[in-house]
Each structure stands twice: as structure tokens, then as C-alpha cells.
């Protein structure tokens, strides 16, 4: 079954910290991975796909098939990184996004 | 434009009201989505719209009733709706079908609170 694992509900850092956000799937195919993020009051956007391997506002995430895993990371936290992350697959490229569950992080001052 | 919008931002109905959701999108895009999300939840697939034809309903109850007239705006029917489908109801689209479609564009949602 296809399926997306973020352990963690909630992760509190200080501002400055490094942060790292796990993501595990789940999936018999070759995956196509995201990061999304939902900041307060503001709509659910992209952060990351792995295919494109960039980094974006400080943050990035490698795919590691063996360990099945899409952590999200950044070297230093800041207080404007304070907001929900969603891992997602899409399987098949059909477009049907399986998203986590989420992790609220707080970076705190 | 690069922005999904989406009308009206609150919606409060009774459970023998009918309404509508709208949502549109003028950056070609010819995926279209529905979602429905409770409040500290992920998103749920509700609905895929590829160039304008139904290609994923999730076991939707027949009480959401989706359209897409054109392949730049989408509509969410909804009618005889129960309490528990309170929620932020969110379209997104995405690039032609095929192409990168988890690279998805959302909408900031209509809040429908069903009394």
C-alpha cells in the first residue's frame, strides 16, 4: 500500500538550530516526492519536489531509496519557518497526491 | 495570473440548502482537483478533473457533485449535506496531465460550515 509516514506531530526548535522534518514512504514504484508547506492563514504551497533537487528558503530534502525516506533539513531555523509541512507522493503521476500527516514545527526566539 | 481562486471564501448552509463552490485558474493548467480538509489534517482527495473529463472520484458521497464547464474553472454542487462535512474544501490545479502533476497550485479554500 502506498503511504506516507511523518512521525513526528509537532517538532520545537530555537531559532538558529538546525532542523530536520522526516518524511517515510511507502511505495512499489519509482516516487514522486514534495514538501508542502501551510504557513498561518496562508494557503497550502509548494516547498520542494526531489526531482528538482534545488534548495528553497534554506531548506532541502534527498530522496534515499534505500531507507525509503524524503527528510525535510535546514542548517538554521528561522522564526518565519514556523508552520505545518506536509510530505506528499504521488503515485503513477496521476496527479492523486497521498499527503502525511503533517508536522507543525515552531521555531522559537 | 498564477493564482487559484476560489469563491466564496465562507459558506454557511443548512443540510436541505444546495449551493456551489467555485474555483479558477488562468495558468493553462488542464489538472484540476478538489480536496477536503479538517482542521490539523492533511488534505484529502475528493476529485480529479484531466482536460475537463472526471478522472479520479475518490467514494465521494453523490451530495458533492462536481463540474468543470471549461478548463479554467471548477465547481464543487453540493446539496442534502450532513454536519460532519464541515471542513476547508480546497481546489488546486496543476499541469497537463502526464507532466509534474504533484506540483500542485492551491487555492486558500472555501470554509463550509453545514448547520
Known amino acids: 500500500a502506498q503511504r506516507v509516514t511523518q512521525p513526528e506531530k509537532l517538532l520545537s526548535v530555537f531559532k538558529g538550530a538546525p532542523v530536520e522534518l522526516k518524511c517515510n514512504y511507502s511505495y512499489s514504484g519509482s516516487p514522486e516526492l514534495f514538501w508542502y508547506v501551510q504557513y498561518s492563514r496562508q494557503r497550502l504551497q509548494l516547498l520542494l519536489r526531489h526531482i528538482s533537487r534545488e534548495s528553497i528558503k534554506g531548506f532541502t530534502a534527498d530522496l534515499n531509496k534505500g531507507e525509503t525516506s524524503f527528510h525535510l533539513k535546514k542548517p538554521f531555523a528561522q522564526e518565519e519557518d514556523s508552520a505545518m509541512y506536509y510530505c506528499a507522493l504521488d503515485s503513477s503521476n496521476t496527479g492523486k497526491l497521498i499527503f502525511g500527516q503533517g508536522t507543525t514545527l515552531q521555531v522559537k526566539p | 495570473d498564477t493564482e487559484v481562486t476560489q469563491t466564496p471564501k465562507h459558506l454557511v448552509m443548512g443540510m436541505t440548502n444546495k449551493k456551489s463552490l467555485k474555483c479558477e485558474q488562468h495558468?493553462?493548467?488542464?489538472?484540476m482537483y478538489w480536496y477536503k480538509q479538517k482542521a490539523k489534517k492533511p488534505p484529502e482527495l475528493m476529485f480529479v478533473y484531466s482536460y475537463e473529463k472526471l478522472s479520479i472520484n475518490e467514494s465521494v458521497p453523490s451530495r458533492f457533485s462536481p463540474e468543470c464547464p471549461n478548463s479554467s474553472l471548477l465547481n464543487l454542487h453540493l446539496h442534502a449535506l450532513q454536519p460532519e462535512d464541515s471542513a476547508l474544501y480546497l481546489c488546486?490545479?496543476?499541469?497537463?496531465?502526464?507532466?509534474?502533476?504533484?506540483?500542485?497550485?492551491f487555492g486558500p479554500g472555501t470554509r463550509l460550515t453545514v448547520t
Open positions: 495558468m493553462g493548467h488542464r489538472a
Open positions: 488546486a490545479s496543476s499541469n497537463q496531465p502526464g507532466q509534474g502533476l504533484g506540483e500542485q497550485y
